[in-house]
């Protein structure tokens, strides 16, 4: 793994959560600081996304996760500039994150913006979307809850589809558009390129098991 190069700050870490020990879960009241409908950006990068939709909606708890710290020390910064106390961020591992990490029922709108594409066949099986991710997105959605997914990888999108459309606790609704405004860092980058972007959203079923 690449070392991350630790930057003069002019911040200490103001929302990036202190990590969490082995068996914890978060706490989402207790790390807002209040009860709201909570949504999470898996993958959140520099945050371009998370920062706009926490700007125009300061009635919602924002989330982002990410591996990288470096990336997560920027999205931290711009949070702090921009006066938003509704974010949070938390660097961890998105499967882990999702199946050990936050409680079951939690999280009303999860965004997967870009994952990595792992392109090449024997690297598949490190796709973040996979039947364990969406073990983990069936128990942390809330009943009706939703997952928005964006792609440019043309394979990598048949592949989300695929793996949604055949599961019965998702099922399909009209795609997430983001505003100019929301258009994610990555977004931005493969617009400029000329690929084009897939996007699909999913509504979680809570199935009732049979009596
Ligand atoms: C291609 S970038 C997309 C970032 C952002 N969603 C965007 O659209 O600009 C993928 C992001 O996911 C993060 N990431 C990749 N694998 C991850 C994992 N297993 N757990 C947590 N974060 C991960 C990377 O650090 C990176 O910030």
């Not at 993958?43 to 982002?64: D, E, M, Y």
């Not at 999860?110 to 039947?131: I, Q």
């Not at 009943?143 to 048949?158: I, K, N, R, S």
Request: hydrophobic share 40%; glycine share 8%.
């Amino acid at each position: 793994m690449a070392r991350e190069r630790v930057s003069n700050r002019q911040f200490p870490d103001a929302y990036i959560l202190p990590p969490l020990s082995p068996e914890a879960r978060l706490d989402p009241a207790t790390a807002f600081g209040r009860q709201a409908p909570l949504e999470v950006d898996i993958g959140c990068g520099r945050g371009r996304f998370l920062l706009a939709r926490a700007t125009t909606n300061p009635g919602v708890n924002f989330l982002g996760v990410d591996q990288l710290l470096i990336r997560l020390r920027k999205l931290d910064r711009r949070a702090v500039e921009a006066g938003l106390a509704n974010i949070r961020l938390l660097r961890s591992e998105a499967i882990e994150t999702i199946t050990t990490r936050i409680p079951a029922g939690a999280v009303d709108t999860c965004y997967v913006f870009f994952p990595d594409p792992w392109p090449k066949r024997r690297h598949h099986g490190r796709r973040l979307v996979s039947p364990a991710f969406l073990d983990g997105l069936d128990c942390i959605l809330a009943p009706a809850g939703v997952v928005h997914l964006a792609t440019d990888h043309a394979d990598y999108f048949a592949a989300i589809q695929g793996i949604l459309d055949r599961d019965s606790r998702f099922v399909r609704i009209a795609p997430f558009q983001p505003t100019e405004a929301e258009e994610t860092d990555f977004g931005l980058i493969f617009r400029a390129q000329g690929l084009a972007v897939g996007r699909c959203s999913y509504a979680h079923r809570k199935l009732t098991p049979a009596t």
